[in-house]
Each structure stands twice: as C-alpha cells, then as structure tokens.
C-alpha cells in the first residue's frame, strides 16, 4: 500500500496498563487473499451504503477497488443491481479501457462510474478505492460554490484536504468529466463536484467508505449550523487553524479503516450468512 499511514490511539495507562486487542489493517499470505478481502470489505461497504440510504438514486453510485493482484483493473458495482445485497461475487472487474473482464461477474456497469473512477485510478497509484453516490445534503451543498468549514471535529478531518470540481458538463460519460475531477481532486482525499456530489478515495475501501459517510454528515451539521448562524445574524465560530491542522494529521489511513470497522460487524452480522467476517490467508497484524 504505497505511503500507508499506520498508526493507532496513543497508549493509557502508562507501564500498568495490560495488552489489550488492537484493530489493524490486516496482513495476506497472497495477493490473491488480498484480493478476496478488497471484495468482501467492498461488498460490505455497498451493503452499508444501501442500508443508509445511498443506494434510493436508481442506478446512480459507484465504489471501486484497484485489484491486487492487477493493480491497472479495479472491481465495480454492477449497474442497476441493489447496494443492499452485494456480494463479492457479484462484483465486475474492469479493466483500464473499460471492458468487463472474466473472474468476475460478467455483467453490464455503469458507464460514469467507469469514466469517473478509471480517471481516478490511473492518476492516483495511492487510491486503492473510490466512493461516490448521490445524496441530498451533497446534492445542495455542491450548489453552493463552498468548501466545508472546520465547525467541529470531525469537519476537521477535511481540513485542507479536500477540493471543488467546479466544472460540471452533464452526465459523465465524457473522458474529460474524469480528467476534470481527477485534477480537481488532486492529492486530497474528498473532492466536491459541483452542481452533482461529493466523491472520497482510501487506501482501503472501509476508509473511502467511511469518509464519504463522514463528509455528507459534516456536510449536512455545516448547513444546518449556517441556517441558525443566518437567522440569528452571527458566524459560526471556526476551529482555529492549529488545532484543525492537529486534528486532520492524527486522522491516519489506519484510523480511518478502524472507523469502519463497527459498521462493517453490523453488514456482515446482519448478512444471514452471506457475508464473513475474514478470508483465508488474512493474517493478524499485531502492534
């Protein structure tokens, strides 16, 4: 994983304090267990989007993950099939001029998603996966010509780390729509393209998952906060800069994965048996 970011919460307890079970970012006997953990955790991450209501656009929404094993394909939704049962059979490998390839499911995908995500992938070795949907914060927000503004904590995780897109030509089915975005993402994890979303990349797919649910729900808390600054007539008060600059640095790629972690216990114990927790030839990676 070029330039991963490890890193986990600073120790309690002092020379008392007992080991205890960390999460990490697991280790692989093969590429090919890699691969198979990209799609489980893949699947499970369109599951929790569906479930949160990103999968209510028809076909609209798209999560991609570079594959292991051939790092120039990456592993798509199909088009037009429910968020809600995914399963990492179900998802379709790609390749870099957009051809569905066998290994996996040979069914049709969306074609913005092909043109937006491959634009991504290709520019950016570091992304290992991509998330975009459409929800309606981001669809408002997107109008307004704004970045997010460091209000609370969590809003400081995007702190000089995320884009606008001001260009917008319709439905992307153009290459340069993803030559567009790709340039307005530039090295940052989130990017907001104007008049149509927000989009977020990872170093794992639980970590682009989990920032794309984290940057709609900042976005949703800075617009309810500037509709009640508005009608009182005051400004939000900002996190000063050192701090919001603290606060994004201590947001590693390791954190960031950790904080899926709960919502992919829920998709997989709420799967019926579709989905597990682990793949053989995933091995604990332990300090």
Same mark, same amino acid.
């Given at each position: ?23 990490? /970012? ?5 590429? =090919?267990?890699?691969?198979? +953990? ?26 991609? /993950? ?5 790092? *120039? ?15 990492? %059979? *179900? ?10 390839? =066998?290994?996996?499911?040979? +069914? ?8 937006? +995500?491959?634009?991504?992938?290709? !520019?950016?070795? %570091? #992304? ?11 669809? &408002? ?5 704004? $970045? ?19 260009? +917008? ?6 290459? %340069? ?48 906060? *500037?509709? /009640?600054?508005? !009608?009182?007539?005051?400004?939000? #008060? $900002? /996190?000063?800069?050192? &701090? ?8 590693? %790629? ?13 998709? #997989? ?19």
């Amino acid at each position: 994983m070029p330039g991963f970011r490890f890193g986990v919460y600073p120790v309690v307890g002092g020379d008392q304090a007992k080991p205890v079970h960390k999460i990490r /970012v697991p280790r692989f006997e093969s590429l =090919e267990a890699e691969r198979a +953990h990209r799609k489980l955790h893949q699947a499970a991450a369109l599951r929790w989007l569906g479930l949160n209501g990103y999968n209510n656009e028809g076909a609209g929404g798209h999560v991609t /993950v570079r594959d292991p094993v051939m790092p *120039d394909h990456f592993w798509i939704n199909p088009h037009g099939k429910s968020f809600s049962h995914m399963r990492p %059979d *179900d998802l379709c490998l790609v390749d870099e001029e957009g051809v569905v390839k =066998e290994g996996g499911n040979m +069914h049709s995908i969306n074609p913005a998603g092909y043109v937006i +995500h491959s634009a991504i992938h290709k !520019a950016r070795p %570091d #992304v290992i996966a991509a998330v975009h949907c459409h929800s309606v914060p981001s669809k &408002a927000f997107s109008s307004l010509g704004i $970045k997010l503004d460091p209000i609370n904590q969590d809003a400081c995780r995007f702190h000089n780390d995320h884009s606008i897109c001001f260009h +917008h030509g319709g439905i992307a089915f153009k290459k %340069d729509e993803g030559t567009q975005i790709v340039k307005a993402l530039g090295p940052h994890k989130a990017v907001i393209l104007g008049n149509h979303g927000h989009l977020t990349v990872g170093k794992t797919v639980d970590a682009a998952t989990f920032l794309f649910g984290a940057f709609d729900r900042c976005i949703q808390a800075q617009m309810l906060a *500037d509709t /009640v600054a508005a !009608a009182r007539g005051i400004q939000t #008060v $900002k /996190v000063a800069e050192e &701090a919001a600059d603290y606060s994004r640095k201590n947001y590693t %790629d390791e954190m960031t994965y950790i904080m899926f972690q709960s919502a992919f216990e829920d998709v #997989v114990k709420s799967s019926n048996g579709d989905l597990s927790f682990s793949v053989p030839g995933e091995l604990p990676r332990e300090g």
